[in-house]
């Protein structure tokens, strides 16, 4: 089946002729019309847009023109990045109907590159979630076990690559929401590192921390897919000035001597004890390998879970405070006076965890309290990054778990914001240091759910992430591939 191919193997099946884009776009239209009902990973699927794009790149092909390795190769995109043309949500009523005028950056680089987008891909609203449910379109499911969450806020995307409704996807993440539910749903997340991929036209969450990245079938795939979205921009401020090497020259080497540190804040109380098992399991594939694992102290990372939330809340209601229902998003029916339509449009507009987190970022900004909460969080911040300086002058990876625990099952958290933030505990301190990671599968716990196994490297050396990621790969050996839907 077209649909189970990697994109490395439809890469090479396009320019051999094997295949026609159009095939390989219709093999995953077809599996979304079947499969999708289930999983729920798709908002808005752009059938005839992908066809009529797939046989314009068969046309270029079949008269030889020079294409790039991705011509024809489909792709899902996270509903938070603009696409001229086509609707993007963030899955939020305030969007429900925005068809944005231009190309965020990132999809400007898939069309130049002749690529064809599939869809836009289920999210929490405004990216603000861990398991897909505050969506204000339906709940994604996690195809490995139909009752339990896929993760989040990229749940859609991680979802589309494990039910197999497209090759890779991109996803945002804030504070582990391409890599969360990356673990969740057994594929390969990555968020490189903060500045390495532009955010221009991404629907900002908390503009500090916000990072696109690619969620794929395997390591290989993710290392192609940084070398498509990865490269400075002028038009995003925080964009960096650094060269794009080939990340695939990372892949198939060896790892012997390599030092990884273990941070025993990481493995203690709250983790899962089959998710402990796996990791441990990991550290001897990689020992076997020749690598040195050394069990380290972090003692800060106490305190990231907190000051994430203090940041990203702040800088939350400080973006989506543009959606007043006159310039963005929308307009409420009823209303007698200007303070009743800006009141009324948001609270239509915004789902509850939104309006938490607004009213939580409003308040740590207010005068009287800015200093005792917002400063003291960016003060933390700093410290985290520093002791994570420390532990790279001696280290070149860090390892920990992707989550505390394997997914939960749908509705078992959604009244209780604490317990659900709780989830992002393992992946918040590498947004909060600006750092690039990886999350990769590592195993099943008893009930057959996956376990992510997450590598953290130094800032823009995500060549490193990708080499020990790839050779453990390569190395490990796990019964369970696929789900089956």
Not at 249 to 262: E, N, P, S, V, W
Request: some cysteine; charged content about 20%.
């Amino acid at each position: 089946m077209l649909y189970q191919k990697s994109v490395s193997q439809l890469q090479h099946m396009l320019q051999n002729k094997e295949v026609t884009s159009e095939e390989v776009t219709q093999s995953y239209l077809d599996r979304i019309e079947v499969v999708d009902k289930k999983v729920g990973a798709y908002i808005t699927v752009a059938t005839e847009s992908a066809l009529a794009t797939a046989r314009s790149v068969d046309k270029k092909r079949n008269k030889g023109e020079v294409l790039s390795p991705f011509a024809g190769i489909p792709i899902g995109i996270k509903d938070n990045m603009c696409t001229e043309g086509l609707r993007t949500t963030c899955a939020s009523k305030m969007l429900d109907h925005y068809v944005p005028p231009f190309d965020a950056t990132i999809v400007n680089k898939i069309k130049e590159n002749d690529m064809i987008i599939l869809g836009k891909l289920n999210m929490d609203e405004f990216a603000m979630g861990s398991s897909t449910e505050n969506s204000a379109y339906h709940v994604t499911k996690n195809p490995w076990h139909l009752d339990y969450v896929p993760g989040g806020s990229s749940g859609g995307s991680a979802a589309a690559v494990a039910a197999e409704l497209a090759p890779f996807t991109l996803g945002s993440d804030t504070g582990g929401s391409i890599r969360q539910p990356a673990h969740y749903c057994g594929v390969v997340g990555m968020k490189p590192t903060y500045g390495r991929v532009s955010r221009y036209g991404l629907i900002a969450f908390a503009s500090s921390l916000d990072q696109i990245g690619p969620l794929t079938r395997d390591v290989r795939d993710a290392a192609l897919a940084l070398n498509l979205i990865c490269g400075h921009d002028r038009m995003d401020s925080s964009s960096a000035f650094v060269d794009t090497p080939d990340f695939t020259t990372y892949l198939d080497q060896d790892i012997k001597g390599m030092r990884i540190a273990l941070p025993r804040e990481f493995m203690g109380e709250g983790i899962a004890e089959d998710v402990k098992a796996s990791i441990l399991k990991a550290v001897k594939v990689l020992e076997h390998m020749g690598a040195i694992v050394d069990e380290v102290h972090m003692e800060m990372t106490e305190y990231a879970l907190p000051s994430y939330y203090l940041i990203s809340s702040a800088e939350a209601s400080s973006n989506l405070a543009r959606f007043d229902g006159i310039k963005y998003g929308h307009q409420a029916k009823d209303y007698d006076t200007l303070v009743e339509l800006y009141k009324q449009s948001r609270d239509e507009g915004f789902g509850a965890e939104v309006k938490r987190r607004i009213m939580l970022g409003t308040y740590a900004l207010s005068s009287g309290y800015y200093d005792a909460y917002y400063k003291k969080a960016q003060q933390v911040r700093t410290l985290i990054k520093n002791q994570f300086d420390l532990l790279f002058a001696e280290y070149d990876l860090v390892l920990t778990p992707t989550g505390p625990t394997t997914a939960f099952k749908l509705g078992a958290k959604v009244n209780n914001p604490i317990e659900m933030y709780l989830n992002d505990i393992c992946t918040v301190p590498i947004n909060i240091a600006g750092l690039p990671a990886i999350s990769l599968n590592s195993g099943f716990d008893r009930m057959g759910l996956p376990i992510g196994l997450q590598l953290i490297g130094k800032g823009f050396d995500e060549g490193t992430i990708l080499k020990v990621a790839h050779a453990y790969e390569q190395a490990r050996v796990l019964d369970k591939v696929r789900p089956e839907l």
